[in-house]
């Protein structure tokens, strides 16, 4: 047995069931092991059309299933061709094992043919990295590998694999042992009591929910903390449907392209309690304007993002699910407690501003409304899983889909990588369990600049007879750039054209994917069921307005009660500077990048 | 603000590289760096002072959450 076959032989021990990738020279011993493990059905191998589609894909059946997604690739090309899916694995702190191919020892720093130092070149975007030298170093590496991918707040780790080291006997090597991941210690005590303390005097309370109560697998608990303290509660990106999308106390998501409702509720409570989020930029606006009068209780795994860009008045930091738990009797009773009635109206407050705010789809003309469409499709589909690629439809998705369960919203959030979408759907399909997989519906939203980046991955939904059903929003121009151009670079619209598309249909015809075309709000309806009816994948193209933009938006250097919206905006008594237009100066939106 | 800290790392590959690419990443200078092998090659005791805006326990939390980094601390500059 040489190290190649070892190391197969270990990820089925590490329960992986799934690898995506793309051979290459400097990993066919990998490949040749691989081959009798395929043959056998112990793994299944998805052979990608290029390796960015790998890294999107493990990165996908890694955020669907919260299992560690695996994906492979060859030296050099191939490895730096994974760079931009781990980084997004990185950020959004997705479980991946990352495995390359590398020329043998001898030749490593030669220049050798394709070698490349892809343990230097990503030492910023993981976790952790190994790279073992000698077949001996295998066992330990590849546990710890995996038991760092999940343990705490997760992430991707990347193992470079010498070429000699996949020939080098392995035959002396024990049979793999998982490790089991490090468990996250509870808070100390004494937070948890400042926590409940400031929450107990606060009249006015906001939980600001993030993706940290997916990843750590608080769901339940959280839940529970919200029903019982009836907290308004606002979402970030990361976090749709950590409560249903109609939940009473579900605001709806925060910050840039959030709702009215939310961003409101932020910006007037004298209580942040802060679960599993961060402070992104996205979500605060004017970092120094965010809930001006709010104090921060924060609850996070991760020590770093407590006091990172906002202090915390009390931090809590440890395992969410058992902060959470502890906090809720407490602070279930304050709420019936000295300030019930200020809390229950200022509870009515923010649920009487989502009732005014609520998004509109009675857009007037015959065109396609891609807010009402998609907010169609998710009636038509609540149980689908949803990839987005970034831009416009990717906002449009946050806030008109309507998700139940977070882990069935996968998206690009802090990296925002155009190109995510196809792969991680395929990914996501692949990560259900048989023969569940394939009963299940995944549905990747993109966008023309997008779709066309990882536009490939077409023949691997072919090549599998993926059921994923592709809805591609047609404006012909790079949407959320535009946006940003018109509004605030005095409609100086460079490089963003893009009238010379391909006939989308065509191209998802050439690769065997069948395809349908709408462009009339009329046909929606029929366009959607003839989609999710189709057997096998469906590409539905669909022709949007290109000056169709994504409200309401937070200008850049602005506050979250400054929110802009197409039309005029109606107001609540005393909240009328929150709807005012306010003039943007050029100089401020360069500060800040469109999403 | 000038800090001093003192890390005890794994000897292993990249380690010294993964602390001075946190750092400088984070917002701190690296103005000084002093270090030495344990003999029997398993631990890197590790002395640097850097310069930076942020907070120290910035820094810290952040090189504690390396796989590397068995232990880090801030200790006053001389």
């Known amino acids: 047995m040489n190290g190649a076959r070892w190391l197969v032989q270990a990820l089925a021990a590490e329960g992986v069931d799934t690898l995506f990738g793309y051979p290459g020279g400097a990993i066919m011993p990998f490949y040749d092991a691989l081959h009798d493990a395929v043959q056998d059905a112990r793994i299944k191998h998805v052979l990608v059309r290029h390796e960015q589609g790998a890294a999107f894909a493990a990165n996908g059946y890694a955020r669907a299933s919260g299992r560690v997604g695996v994906c492979v690739a060859t030296s050099g090309p191939g490895a730096s061709n994974l760079v931009t899916g781990i980084a997004d694995a990185m950020l959004d702190s997705v479980p991946m094992v990352v495995i390359t191919g590398q020329v043998a020892t001898s030749l490593m720093g030669t220049d050798a043919f394709q070698e490349l130092d892809v343990f230097g070149m990503t030492m910023p975007i993981v976790k952790h990295s190994f790279l073992p030298r000698r077949v001996d170093d295998l066992p330990r590496m590849l546990g710890e590998a995996f038991r760092i991918a999940r343990s705490g707040r997760p992430g991707p780790v990347l193992i470079d694999l010498p070429k000699d080291v996949q020939n080098g006997d392995a035959s002396h090597l024990a049979p793999h042992v998982p490790l089991p991941a490090a468990s996250v210690p509870k808070a100390p005590e004494h937070s948890l009591h400042a926590a409940a303390a400031l929450i107990a005097q606060s009249r006015q309370p906001v939980i600001y929910a993030g993706g940290g109560i997916v990843l750590g697998d608080a769901l339940e608990a959280f839940r529970d903390f919200v029903a019982q303290t009836r907290i308004p509660t ?57 809930a001006p009068h709010a104090r921060v209780v924060h609850l996070d795994a991760d020590a770093c993002e407590i006091g990172k860009l906002r202090a915390a008045d009390a931090a809590v930091h440890g395992d969410i699910a058992a902060a959470l738990t502890a906090l809720t009797p407490s602070c279930a009773a304050q709420a019936l407690g000295f300030h019930a009635a200020t809390r229950r109206a200022w509870r009515d407050i923010c649920l009487q501003r989502k009732r005014v705010f609520a998004a509109r789809y009675d857009a007037p003309n015959d065109s396609v409304y891609a807010p ?224 | 603000m000038r800090y001093q800290l003192e890390l005890t790392l794994r000897h292993a590959e990249g380690a010294l590289t993964r602390v001075l690419g946190a750092a400088e990443r984070r917002g701190f200078r690296p103005v000084s760096v002093d270090g030495e092998a344990q003999p029997d090659g398993d631990r890197l005791y590790l002395r640097m002072t850097v310069e930076g805006e942020r907070s120290d326990e910035a820094l810290q939390g952040q090189l504690a959450k390396l796989y590397d980094c068995l232990a880090v601390q801030v200790v006053p500059c001389p």
């Open chain 1, 372 to 595: 009402a469409l998609l907010k169609r499709l998710s009636e038509m589909a609540p149980q689908a899983i949803v990839t987005c690629d970034v831009g416009q439809h990717q906002m449009w998705v946050a806030q008109h889909w309507r998700f139940d369960t977070p882990r069935n919203h996968l998206t690009s959030g802090a990296l925002g990588a155009m190109g995510f979408g196809l792969p991680a759907a395929i990914g996501a399909q692949l990560s259900l369990q048989m023969p569940q997989a394939m009963a299940a519906q995944v549905i990747c939203v993109s966008g023309d600049g997008s779709f066309l980046m990882n536009v490939q991955e077409l023949a691997t939904l072919r090549r599998y007879a993926l059921p994923v059903k592709i809805v591609l929003l047609d404006n012909q121009a790079l949407g959320m750039v535009r946006q940003w151009q018109e509004l605030f670079f005095e409609k100086r619209y460079s490089e963003v054209d893009l009238s010379d598309n391909p006939d989308f249909a065509a191209v998802a015809s050439a690769f065997g994917v069948q395809a349908f075309h709408v462009d009339r709000a009329a046909d929606v309806e029929g366009a959607l069921r003839r989609l999710l009816d189709a057997p096998g994948p469906a590409l539905l193209h669909v022709a949007v307005d290109q000056a169709a933009n994504v409200w309401p938006l937070v200008p850049p250097n602005h506050n979250n009660a400054q929110m802009l919206d197409a039309d005029e905006a109606t107001s609540l008594p005393g909240t009328e500077d929150a709807y005012a237009r306010i003039p943007v100066t050029t100089k401020e939106a360069s500060d800040a990048l469109p999403a």
């Open chain 1, 234 to 290: 606002v979402l970030t990106l990361k976090a749709l449907g950590v409560l249903p999308a109609a939940h009473p106390s579900n605001l709806g998501m925060l910050g840039m392209h959030g709702t009215r409702a939310a961003n409101l509720a932020v910006q007037e409570a004298d209580l942040l309690i802060v679960v599993g989020a961060r402070f992104d930029d996205r979500a605060t606006g004017k970092l120094d304007e965010f």
